[in-house]
């Protein structure tokens, strides 16, 4: 009957090669056209899977699904930014702080 089954694509997998090439253009962009850059690896959850922050020298941050911490260290690598892992160095001050900003301007 398939009345529990996920739907395809749903819940916490590695992305697919698609969705990865995508993430991977994202993050590239974001890294070359911002400064200070840094990737902060999230601990993996049944939520969303393993996840990466990149966080510019403003507090401007992205997040994205990857398949796992090895593939965001090698574009951290590749790209030439320093990578942490987010729960051993927890988040940048200045990203909180730009969040709130952002948040203080729709109101």
């Known amino acids: 009957m398939g009345l529990f089954r996920r739907k395809r694509g749903a819940g916490a997998g590695a992305p697919d090669r698609k969705e990865a090439t995508a993430v991977t253009a994202h993050l590239t962009e974001f890294a070359k056209s911002r400064k200070g850059v840094e990737a902060y690896i999230e601990p993996v959850t049944t939520l969303s899977g393993s996840t990466v922050v990149f966080v510019a020298d403003t507090g401007e941050w992205t997040r994205r699904r990857i ?20 729960a051993l160095v927890g988040y940048p001050k200045r990203m909180r702080e730009w969040t709130r900003r952002q948040s203080g301007q729709g109101a």
Not at 67 to 86: F, H, N, T
């Open 67 to 86: 398949a796992d911490e090895q593939v965001a260290r090698s574009l951290a690598r590749k790209l030439g930014i320093p990578a942490y892992e987010a």
